[in-house]
Nanobody, 129 residues
Framework: QVQLVESGGGLVQAGGSLRVSCVASGGTFRRYAMGWFRQAPGKDREFVAAISWNTDNRYYADYADSVRGRFTISRDNAKNTVYLQMNSLKPEDTAVYYC???????????????????WGQGTQVTVSS
């Protein structure tokens, strides 16, 4: 059983930056695929970014088009932590951000929330205009 705890959300002005973190416990973290999803009020949960390990011993990342070039997902296996660095934030980035994990691997990170079995409680990110 994997537990995920997010932190780092808050209020930031448009154009600003914020980094959210997710600490995992249980399981072999370095092998877990990790994802970030978000859900704005009245909207469905959507994919933001993901990172997964492959058998060539490298990590591969993927991003939603709406955040590509502005957000960066990274991980520190020594700390069992995955990060989402968010730059050039826009009001439309306002949402609850969720960390997700599962035990799959591959060079194409999975972008569907249905493929992740473990979820954190979420952290609120609010971007003011």
């Amino acid at each position: 059983q994997v537990q995920l705890v997010e932190s780092g959300g808050g209020l930031v002005q448009a154009g600003g930056s914020l980094r959210v973190s997710c600490v995992a416990s249980g399981g072999t973290f370095r092998r877990y695929a990790m994802g970030w999803f978000r859900q704005a009020p009245g909207k469905d949960r959507e994919f933001v970014a993901a990172i997964s390990w492959n058998t060539d011993n490298r990590y591969y990342a993927d991003y939603a088009d709406s955040v590509r070039g502005r957000f960066t997902i990274s991980r520190d296996n020594a700390k069992n932590t995955v990060y989402l660095q968010m730059n050039s934030l826009k009001p439309e980035d306002t949402a609850v951000y969720y960390c997700a994990a599962d035990e799959f691997y591959g060079a194409s990170p999975r972008t569907s929330d249905r493929e992740y079995g473990y979820w954190g409680q979420g952290t609120q990110v609010t971007v003011s205009s």
